[in-house]
């Protein structure tokens, strides 16, 4: 997608579910235990309520989550969550894009960079060539991940990417095609 | 930390072979191997699967599969499927694969009367969030598997 997205840095975007979301107070064990709930734990929002439906899978998504997108050494964190812009910017999923935009600001402190993604998409000319070859890698993994070939992991390795840093940035990219895709289909950004 | 490569669907799939770079690779995420797995029998062998059968969770997933154009995991699903067999020709399985491909393609078409369209074929909430993450999870399995494939050197 290459018109602008709505600029991230202007208050926060809401999700709003199209499904009843799990009551919490009626909540069964497995459910609040798929979430981690607790009595002293109760903030949850509308989002984790809506895949408490289906506990089983929340509750090994949200572990694999953590280790994605937080795992300690690796990729540092901000390329992390550029990938997952990048995937959110082609995927159209808003409130993803900005919440990792967001992120990637706070942790990178680079913020015309995102600006310049969000106003001319993933084909945006960077002075980074590091984190270009990172966009372009993301953009193609969300896009036509069966192209993907050995010349894609050659050409960030060349900008210093070892293998493992490779395998974070596969994973984070990855873990948005999940991400963006229950987002938008269970309900709205707006 | 051990060599979990062939422990797992992820590693068989992406051709991970024990001892190799690639499998020392993978090795540094133990978490993201063990959750990626766990995350699979969550979704095609879950205990209680709410009205949305193995053979519909497998189904979609071939189907994804051949719209991602990715041969192996083709042929993953279609041995996991077996002999069981979806309805094709019926309304219901027909607006699951509506809503698998668009989800997969295209998913900022998205809407909440698609959700209104499973529902009123006998889907249940959980079967409705079951569905989804069917389709988010198999979007993200086959991404992880390139990934692999071209650090393996292979296409």
Known sequence: MSKPMRDFTKGELEWTPWITPVDLDSASAEQRDALKITPSNRAVGAYALVLAHDPESVRERSPLYNAVMFGPRGLPRADRELGAVVASRINGCAYCASVHAKRFVELAKEPDLMQRLYADGVGAKLDDARRAAIVAYAAKLTETPSAIGPADADALRAHGLSDGDILDLTHAVAMFAWANRLMQSLGASS | MTDASLDDVMGRLAGVAA??????????????????????????????DGGLSHAERVQAALQMALLLGDDVLATHYRSMLGSAAVDAGSERAKRIAAHVERV?????????????????????PQAIVALSQVIAYVNFQARVRAGLRALGGRS
């Not at chain 2, 997969?104 to 249940?124: R, V």
């Open chain 2, 19 to 48: 001892g190799t770079p690639l499998a020392a690779t993978r090795a540094l995420r133990p978490d993201v191997v063990r959750f990626t797995q766990t995350s699979d029998e969550a979704i095609f062998r879950p205990a209680n």
């Open chain 2, 104 to 124: 997969t393609l295209d998913p900022g078409a998205s809407q909440k009367a698609h959700l209104g369209a499973l529902s009123e074929t006998g889907l249940s």
